[in-house]
């Protein structure tokens, strides 16, 4: 061969060595920026189920389905490319099931939750939400309030952010509680950041982020969610309550409300939404002491409740015969 040949030859093998090292170096920083960012889920041994023009995808704790605005992408428009990305995703959504009940020790009150996946959701790819459908089924002398079915709605932009899916999913979780709606995204939020392993979030000051309205009280206590034009405050003064009680009382404290709660279930048989009061209730059994003066600090307007104050409410809204 001659010199200028082998020359270019062995050149070009090297250039050939140096890309992929490079590639292997950039594959490596991505995996070690994910690692950082989010936990790692083990692989769940689950049963996947796929319909034969890949429509609709099955698990243990889920149905999954295309909406019909979403095939017109080129990457979905063929069955098998359906296949495979909805079995992907269930055998993740597996994993994150596995990790929330492990995380409070509940189940959600439906045997499966379905998940639909749009191109656009409401008229928007930026807005993910969970909808519960509730039941009232008499039991004894009472009517309990249950969850018939749980549907998580997912813009595709919204589906690939797996802190999304992990937010969606709490309140599939906590569907059945009829919480406080600052409790309620608290601890979305808060499993998202624990499932992102804190990423960018930060807790805020509880008192310099505080706002009130017009009586004083802190305004998180009446806060409506993503519909308000606070909302993004709300998420995190929300959260950062969920954070600062997990970190007085530890990693037993949220299964332990959620257990008392189960054990009596008056929450099935309030009249609406559960009162801040109420919640207080449990937390303060949880934490072996009472929070009232907790929550009192920051400016909420509650009172310290006794099961029979509970029994009360329940008796005055219970249906007549």
Not at 72 to 98: C, F, P, T, V
Not at 187 to 195: E, G
Not at 244 to 263: I, T
């Amino acid at each position: 061969m001659p010199v200028i040949a082998f020359l270019a030859v062995s050149l070009s093998m090297s250039s050939c060595a140096s890309l992929e090292k490079a590639r292997e170096r950039q594959q490596e920083k991505i995996r070690r920026q994910q690692s950082k960012r989010y936990l790692t889920l083990p692989r769940p041994d689950a049963q996947i189920s796929v319909s034969p023009d890949g429509l609709k995808i099955g698990s243990d704790h889920y149905t999954l389905t295309f909406h019909e605005d979403l095939l017109k992408r080129s990457s979905l428009d063929e069955s098998k490319e359906r296949q495979e990305i909805g079995h992907g995703a269930l055998l993740y959504m597996e994993s994150l099931y596995k990790y929330i009940h492990e995380l409070f020790r509940i189940e959600p009150p439906t045997r499966r939750i379905g998940i639909v996946l749009y191109e656009t959701f409401q008229g928007t790819t930026m807005r993910a939400i969970t909808e519960s459908r509730h039941q009232t089924v008499r039991q004894g002398n009472g009517v309990l309030k249950t969850v018939g079915t749980i549907v998580m709605h997912f813009p595709m932009a919204m589906f690939d952010q797996r802190e999304v899916r992990a937010h969606e999913l709490t309140h599939a979780f906590t569907a059945n509680y009829h919480l406080p709606t600052w409790f309620t995204e608290g601890i979305a939020v808060f499993v998202q950041i624990q499932y992102a392993k804190g990423g960018d979030f930060r807790a805020f000051d509880l008192h310099e982020n505080m706002k009130v309205d017009l009586d004083d009280v802190n305004a998180i206590q009446t806060w409506k969610g993503h519909a308000s034009v606070d909302a993004q405050w709300g998420y995190g003064y929300s959260f950062s309550i969920v954070k600062k009680l997990y970190d007085l009382y530890g990693e037993e404290f949220y299964p332990e409300v959620f257990r008392l709660m189960e054990a009596d279930k008056y929450h099935q048989q309030l009249p609406g939404e559960m009162k801040t009061s109420m919640l207080v209730y449990y937390m303060s059994q949880a934490a072996g002491e009472d929070l009232v003066p907790f929550f009192e600090n920051l400016k909420f307007n509650v009172r310290q409740l006794t099961i029979a104050d509970i029994e009360s409410v329940i008796r005055k809204a219970a249906p007549s015969r």
